[in-house]
């Protein structure tokens, strides 16, 4: 029907920000806080806190309880972890949404890995602009996860991921360009992808980077001087990596 999909979509958020409204004064700052400080030590306080504003409604402190506990020991902290991950998905969270996607295609946490269960929570991630959901999507549909693999659909995650500038998908969109997989093939493209990737130091594209001048690949002249001083920032950047999505 007409209308549904934005109806919906006004509906989601209207409920988070009612949600959030639930959080009274307390600054996403300090929820941020409050979840480092039970991510880490599981600081009493910083746990108390944050339930007592889960139970009275506040989706921010949902999430962050849920990605704080879902990884600590024991099972039982896990278990709460998932349930205040499902409350704040339920409310629009897509970072909630996009935890439990990737538990539910990559195990853990006492999570049986289950694609279908985790496409439905990556696309409704990905619905509430989370880049990173578009990029295990690209994943998913890349490997053949939970269905047929499809090279175009995996490039088309990847395009709307890069544009969040996540190095994982402009290096993963640099090789299908490269390689013409799901994309026309455009050496041109797939080298500004890699170079935009190594401006974040990560480490694969930096690599690409370091042979294709090597080798002469990617319409470039070979430049051993150029090689080896990416060799210097390939070594740099396995200390500075940024974190997977």
Same mark, same amino acid.
């Given at each position: 029907?007409?209308?549904? #999909? ?42 108390? @806190? ?11 402190? +949902? ?8 990884? +600590? ?19 629009? @969270? ?21 694609? @279908? ?28 996860? #939970? +269905? ?56 694969? @594209? ?40």
């Amino acid at each position: 029907m007409p209308g549904t #999909g934005l109806a919906l979509a006004i509906l989601v958020a209207l409920n988070l920000l009612a949600c959030r409204s639930r959080c009274g004064e307390v600054e996403l700052a300090r929820i941020a806080q409050w979840q480092a400080m039970v991510t880490s030590v599981r600081e009493p306080l910083a746990l108390a @806190s944050l339930r007592d504003l889960g139970h009275v409604g506040c989706v921010d402190a +949902q999430r962050a309880l849920g990605i704080a506990l879902v990884e +600590q020991e024991p099972a039982d902290l896990q278990r709460e972890g998932l349930a205040w991950l499902g409350r704040a998905a339920e409310h629009g @969270s897509g970072e909630a949404e996009l935890v439990l996607g990737k538990l539910e295609m990559l195990g853990g946490s006492g999570v049986v890995v289950d694609y @279908s269960r985790a496409a439905s929570h990556l696309r409704a991630a990905a619905n509430q602009h989370e880049p990173r959901a578009s990029y295990y999507l690209a994943l998913m549909a890349r490997n053949g996860y #939970g +269905q047929p693999a499809d090279v175009r659909a995996a490039a088309q995650y990847l395009q709307d991921a890069a544009r969040a500038e996540l190095p994982a998908a402009l290096f993963l969109l640099a090789n299908a360009y490269r390689n013409g997989d799901g994309v026309e093939h455009d050496e041109k493209r797939a080298l500004a992808l890699y170079r935009a990737a190594a401006e974040k130091d990560h480490p694969a @594209s930096i690599q690409a980077l370091a042979m294709a001048y090597r080798d002469g690949e990617l319409g470039l002249a070979r430049d051993k001087e150029r090689y080896e001083n990416l060799l210097v920032e390939l070594a740099h950047s396995h200390r500075h990596a940024p974190p997977p999505p």
